[in-house]
Antibody, heavy 119, light 110 residues
Framework: QVQLVESGGGVVQPGGSLRLSCAASGFTFSAYGMHWVRQAPGKGLDWVAFIRYPGTNKYYSDSVKGRFTISRDNAKNTLYLQMNSLRPEDTAVYYC????????????WGQGALVIVSS | QSALAQPASVSGSPGQSITISCTGSSSDVGGYNYVSWYQQHPGRAPKLMIYDVTNRPSGVSNRFSGSKSGNTASLTISGLQAEDEADYYCGSYTSSSTWLFGGGTKLTVL
């Protein structure tokens, strides 16, 4: 069965950097687009970024464009999110999620990684 | 870009039907059939319930159905059960090649 496991979360100071990883198994990772979606404490879902299956096309929300970078290593079945210039408002649980035929939906989600940006 | 508009809360008694609306614009909900719905229980990851406006993934109860009219999509849950109590989110592809979620609706089963 599909399994997505995020790691790399933690506490970081404003202006700092953090890299999240998402280890995928149970499906052909290289054939699917992947999303990062976040959820601030007590708030709703907030899409962050999407990468197509070859990894050549990447899309970002305006709130993270220029600060975050989504990438993937299809040989390692791993999705990444490099987060730079972090702000307190980036505090959230970050989920990786698997798309289906690049239809901008997510049929499988990880358990989430908590990122706290605070001094 | 502002979130898609959803009611903050809806409620219903067991066995009843409820509908949750999701209103956007011609640049998102109204312009594409890439509307999906997610159920989220407290402390858990979201779960896909409806995709491409009306389609139900394998394993999702047929009590859940989706529809769209103009710029508004809807999720209907019939025969409400206690385990349906959760937060529900709609999501839509946009003309800016982004993914936009609704603000979420808390469903209470009375």
């Amino acid at each position: 069965q599909v399994q997505l496991v995020e790691s790399g979360g933690g506490v970081v100071q404003p202006g700092g950097s953090l890299r999240l990883s998402c280890a995928a198994s149970g499906f052909t990772f290289s054939a699917y687009g992947m999303h990062w979606v976040r959820q601030a404490p007590g708030k709703g879902l907030d899409w962050v970024a999407f990468i197509r299956y070859p990894g050549t096309n990447k899309y970002y929300s305006d709130s993270v464009k220029g600060r975050f970078t989504i990438s993937r290593d299809n040989a390692k079945n791993t999705l990444y999110l490099q987060m730079n210039s972090l702000r307190p408002e980036d505090t959230a649980v970050y989920y990786c999620a698997k798309d289906v035929a690049e239809q901008w939906l997510a049929d499988s989600w990880g358990q989430g990684a908590l990122v706290i940006v605070s001094s | 870009q502002s979130a898609l508009a959803q009611p903050a809360s809806v409620s219903g008694s067991p066995g009843q039907s409820i509908t949750i609306s999701c209103t956007g614009s011609s640049s998102d909900v109204g312009g594409y059939n890439y509307v999906s719905w997610y159920q989220q229980h407290p402390g858990r990851a979201p779960k896909l319930m409806i995709y491409d406006v009306t389609n139900r993934p394998s394993g999702v109860s047929n009590r859940f159905s989706g529809s769209k009219s103009g710029n508004t999509a809807s999720l209907t849950i019939s025969g409400l059960q206690a385990e349906d109590e959760a937060d529900y989110y709609c999501g839509s592809y946009t003309s800016s090649s982004t993914w936009l979620f609704g603000g979420g609706t808390k469903l209470t089963v009375l």
